[in-house]
């Protein structure tokens, strides 16, 4: 059981470089969310898709976009990347709302 | 935005022990989720409170949705070597909008 699959699981970007984080589910869920984890802070927000075709900005959207490629694939980009977006990112799915969601194996990103 | 305190940050204890850590909020919250994450994986949901005063198990882990519906508690009994991880809470407001985590208790259990 896949569940939630992230690629990368780590990446080295110098700042300025641009890269897409992939995720997809094979649970059929509605909902696809992607999370950025920094040390002490919890997981804050970063985009969410409640549906396929929507997607709308959490707490930290700034410096990512996100596209909801199909109902499996939610994907994560930084265009420009900054040494302030050095986190763990992770990519999470529920049937509908936030709360039982499945996470994947998170992508380690450093920015330097 | 809305803040969680959680506490204790870190916990080094005996195996065997038992373990207590709550999450605060200065928001009102409707749901109260328990997660558990260990190195290099994703946090893992342990228990979901839906209701003031609820209290809920899954085996030795017991949390509590607290009555002012401001903190949450969960507690580890007989604490084992794979109980260690990170433990987050996280609470959801009544218009079911995004989680709002806690900053996570580190556990560590010597054998």
């Known amino acids: 059981n896949a569940g939630v699959t992230q690629t990368p699981k780590f990446q080295v970007l110098k700042t300025g470089q641009s890269m897409t984080l992939q995720c997809a589910q094979d649970m059929n869920h509605n909902s696809m969310y992607w999370y950025r984890q920094d040390p002490g802070m919890g997981l804050r927000l970063i985009y969410y898709?409640?549906?396929?075709?929507?997607?709308d900005k959490g707490e930290v959207p700034n410096g990512y976009n996100v596209s909801r490629l199909n109902k499996r694939e939610f994907s994560l980009r930084l265009e420009s990347a900054a040494p302030s977006q050095t986190s763990v990112y992770f990519c999470?799915?529920?049937?509908?709302?936030?709360?039982?969601?499945?996470f994947g194996q998170g992508t380690r990103l450093t920015v330097v | 935005g809305q803040q969680l305190n959680q506490s204790p940050q870190s916990m080094f204890i005996q195996e065997g022990e038992d373990v207590s850590m709550n999450c605060t909020s200065s928001?009102?919250?409707?749901?109260w989720l328990w997660y558990k994450q260990e190195p290099g994986e994703g946090p893992v949901l342990l228990i979901a409170?839906?209701?003031?005063?609820e209290l809920t198990s899954n085996g030795r882990l017991t949390a509590q949705f607290g009555i002012t519906r401001k903190d949450s508690f969960l507690n580890i009994s007989a604490s084992i070597p794979s109980d260690v991880g990170i433990y987050f809470c996280?609470?959801?407001?009544?218009?079911?909008?995004?989680?709002?985590f806690g900053g996570g208790t580190r556990l560590m259990v010597k054998p």
């Open positions: 898709s409640a549906s396929e075709g929507t997607t």
């Open positions: 996280a609470g959801q407001d009544n218009a079911g909008n995004m989680l709002t």
């Open positions: 409170l839906y209701k003031a005063g």
């Open positions: 928001s009102i919250f409707n749901t």
């Open positions: 999470a799915s529920s049937d509908q709302g936030f709360t039982e969601a499945f």
